[in-house]
Each structure stands twice: as C-alpha cells, then as structure tokens.
C-alpha cells in the first residue's frame, strides 16, 4: 500500500509536469558547514579523479584538474591538495564538537568516494593513506540507516519530491531539479532531455571522450616537454572545467531547495545528528590511536557490524514514526501503526492501590500487523505501553484490547473514551547498542564452525532409515 501512495504521487507529478512534495518535514540533517565533493574519474579507470571540485555551501568551487590520472605521480599530486582540505575541515568539526557532511551528486558518486577511500588506505604513500581512511569515515557511514555523514543530492531530494519519471531517472540529478523547477512555458520532457544531455555523475559523456577529450590527451603525450606540454594541460583542464562545475552547481541547487524554510523542523533528526556526532568522535579516536583499518572484516566484526545496522534501522523507523508527521501516515497505511478510537478503558482493582488497566480501541484499518503479545507504545500522549490481548474482526472494524503495563498506568487512569490514538513501535533507544554488542560479543567468544577450518563430528542419526525414503518425501507434501 505504501508503494501505492508513491505510484500516486508520481501519477499526480505526471499530471501536473512538476514534482510533487511527498513529506512536509525535512528528512536530512543539513550541515552549515557541509562540503560538496564532485569528482570525475576517466573512462574505465574507476579508481581515478580526473578532476575534483571542492567547496562550502553558497561558496565557489576549488577546482583540481590532472591531464592524465593515469601517470601516478599527477593523480597523488591531485590528491594531495585535497587532504589539507580534508584535515581542516574534520579538525574543525571535532573541536566544534559536531560531524563532518559531504555532499556528492548522485549514488554513482557516492559509490566511487567509497571505492577511492578503499584503495587509497593501502597505498604506500602515508599521506594518502590519511586521506583514504578520512574519505573511509564517510564511505562506511553511507550504508548506515539514518547516517548524516555522506549525502546524495539526488537521494536526497527523491526524499521530498516524487517525479513524473521512472525512479532510475531520478538518480540524474539535473532531470530531477528540472521536474522540480521546471522551466516556465516549456513542455517538461523537452526540458527534461536538455537537462539528460549533461552529465551529471562521475564519468564524462562517450561522445566527449572520443571527439575531444582522449585526442587532447594523445597530443598531451606526444608534446615535448615545457611549454608545448602545458598548453595541452590547459586544454585538458578547459574541458573538464567545464563538465565539472555544472555538477557541483546541481549538487548547490539540491541543498538550497532542501534549506529552503518551506520545510518544518523534523525532531526524529535531532537524534540522528546526536548519534552522528558521536561515531564521529569514536572514529577520529581510533584513528588516533593508530588503530588499523582492515580491508575485510573479521568474522566478530561483521557480526557486530550487522548488529549495529540492525538496530539502526528500528531506531530509525521509531523515531520517524514518532515525529515524522508522512511517515506515521505510511505506517497507518502498512499497518505498522494502530490508529483507533478509544471505545472502551476498563479498570480491574487487584488489591489495595493495586490496579489493572485495559484499553479496547476500534479501527477501521484492514491490514494490521498486529500478534497476540505484542506491546505497542502511545504516540504523543504521554509514556503508556499496552500488550496487545485480543484482536476482533467486527464488520469493517478491527477491535483491538490491550492489557497496560507498568509505564502508563497513571495516564490509562486519565483517559476518557472518544480520542483516536496513535500507538506503535517503542521510542528509538540509541545508547541500547551498546547492551546488544556486548551479548555478541560474548556469543562470539568462540568462532562459530561456519566461519572456521575446521568442521564438527558428524553426529549420527538415532532414527531408522525408510525403506522407500522417496515415498516418505512425496507424503510431506
């Protein structure tokens, strides 16, 4: 059903040939200080930068250009006037006490930061080994729900707007900003295939590769040393100059549409920028303290990794249920959220002072996730958590009772039957990871047999082998 609220909106865009807001709320932390990096790599060299941008939002490119990526020396001479950049910008986070943002144009672009921070780190070169392990701060939290360290411009505008177009085209940001904005008096597909004709991720168009770029590159090579040379350097730089800044200016107009005041303050972010500073500061002290960065990780440390992950997601999705005012409506629609009226609040008397409450609320909802024993905790109205005890379908209602438990005994006893109340998952529990890593660890004190050399004893079987094992099969089904 959820998938059907965003076939909805695209169909809505369709017809009116603009985008369509799909959320009210902002749904990504906008740093003040974020950076934006855009970086070109060559034609089937996916480890290279051809050519970076760099700079602040509202602020200029800084511009670094290599004739050639594939002589080593140029492309670590490139990468080299980033990492002060890189340095300062991380240093100065720290000592403000919040996390570092870096703005990329696209998933492609996203992808190819992360792939560069993994071969930079192994490199001889110190110095480049430092910038990849910055870059890798970024690139591991990519993966990470809710993370604020490295944002798409594209991902996140398909945040806030649904297009008229399929969802792969949204990852083209320059498509994306033109059904925002379409440009007034003319037809949006005539204006979305002008916006297709300009590259806009990490590679340079085909055309431009063989018609002009790669010959400016053989006349590089085969021009003698001095001033020839740098002439063709300066063409080369011309050209990618060119492709480069309409990219990093897409990736500027992406952040100024997400900052503009059309968009409420989302409360569910407050923690996710809280939880970002904080794995911040435990990765710069890790890197102070020279501890080592591997390639792959270590059977415990994936583990722990999938953990974390995990609860990330439930954390997320508690929090943007609490706060996110779409979210809360895709959930009613899933069914992860019971909203009901308060038909009914029964009080039992145990004992001196000693009280039970049941709450019954009637739905109109259809497709419930909802299990005898499962706790659901009020929205908004105060801390209350009830046990779900019964589930009735009556006509085209859903009565459902719950037995409350010890928080919320005090509001159950204020509450009076008519509201509609929201109830769903429990509020996010950040600091709650810790307790699920130290279980893993101690389940992981010894390596399991699927992740070692050597295999267990077989255990024989204690029941007789049918005589016809086939028949046996064929009656299971």
Known sequence: MADLLHVAARLRALQ??????????RQVVIQPHAKILTLISMAGEDTSVHAAAFGGFGDPAQVFIVADPRRRDDQNALLRELLPLFEAYYAQCRADGTFPQIWVSSAGALGHLDTLADRLRFTDEPDMRRLGELWTYAGERSPVAGQQALISASGALRLHYATGQQEAEDEHLLTLLTWIDPPPGRDIFAAVAIAEETPVGV????????????PAIEAFHKAAPGAEQAFHQTRIHHMLEGVIRPIYTATQRAIAVLAQPRWLDNPALIALAQQETEEFERFMQARDQSHRL?????PKAAAMKVAARERAVSNVEAGMLRHDNAARERGVVKGSVLRGQLVGRHEHHLGPRQYEYDLVLSSHQDGL?????DELWLFDRGN????????????????VTGRVGTPGKNVAKKMTVGPTLDFGPKAPDWPGIAGDLSQMMTRLAREPWTHGDVLPPATPSLRMKPANLRAVVEDLA
């Open 369 to 373: 996730h909802l299990r005898l024993g």
């Open 203 to 214: 590679k340079t168009d085909p055309a431009f590769d063989s018609s002009t770029l790669q």
């Open 294 to 298: 591997p390639y792959k990780d270590r």
């Open 384 to 399: 209350l958590v009830m046990r779900v005890t019964e589930i009735e379908r009556r006509g085209a209602f859903t009565w």
């Open 16 to 25: 009116n040939g603009q985008a369509v807001p799909i959320v009210s709320q």
